[in-house]
C-alpha cells in the first residue's frame, strides 16, 4: 500500500487507487482544503461518467457524494517516461488534441483538466492516461 498527499489522500492499494479529501486539522482554514479536495473528486467524477473519455483514468465506483472515489490503478509516469511521450510542451496540447468528441455528450473540445507534470499522468494497458484531472469544472454544454 502506498499513500500520497495533496489536497487529496491518495491510496494505492491492488488495483485501485483510493482518492478522499484530505482533512489538515492542524492548519488555518483546514476545511479550505477539505472543500478543495472534495470539490476535485467531484469534477473527476462529472468529468468520467459525462464523457467516458479513454485518455482518463477509468472510475470503477464512488460514495458519500464523492468523498470516497475509487479508480482504476494505473503505473505513474516517471520524469524520463513522461519526456519521451511528450518532448515538448506542445506534444501534450497535441494528444488531447480538438479532433475528439465526446461519444456520452455534446462536448467536442481540445481542453482537458490536466496538469502539465509528470505525475499526473500513467499507463493503463500501454496507453497513457490522465490520472489527476479533477482541477477544472467541465465545461458548460
Known amino acids: 500500500m502506498q499513500i500520497k498527499l495533496s489536497t487529496r489522500i491518495v491510496i494505492l492499494v491492488a488495483d485501485v487507487a483510493i482518492k478522499i479529501p484530505k482533512l489538515p486539522v492542524w492548519k488555518k482554514r483546514f476545511w479550505h482544503y477539505y472543500l478543495e479536495g472534495l470539490r476535485q473528486n467531484r469534477n473527476e467524477i462529472d468529468w468520467w461518467e459525462r464523457t467516458h473519455d479513454g485518455r482518463l483514468c477509468p472510475i470503477k465506483t464512488h460514495f458519500l457524494g464523492g468523498q ?11 520524469e524520463q517516461q513522461f519526456k519521451e511521450y511528450f518532448p515538448h510542451p506542445s ?3 497535441e494528444y488531447f488534441d ?3 468528441t465526446y461519444p456520452d455528450c455534446e462536448l467536442t473540445t481540445s481542453y482537458m483538466p490536466y496538469e502539465h507534470k509528470s505525475d499526473g499522468f500513467g499507463l493503463l494497458s500501454g496507453k497513457v492516461i490522465a490520472l489527476d484531472y479533477g482541477n477544472d469544472d467541465l465545461p458548460n454544454l
Do not use: G
Open 68 to 78: 470516497i472515489l475509487v479508480m482504476q490503478r494505473a503505473t505513474q509516469l516517471t
Open 91 to 93: 506534444s501534450l496540447e
Open 98 to 100: 480538438n479532433s475528439y
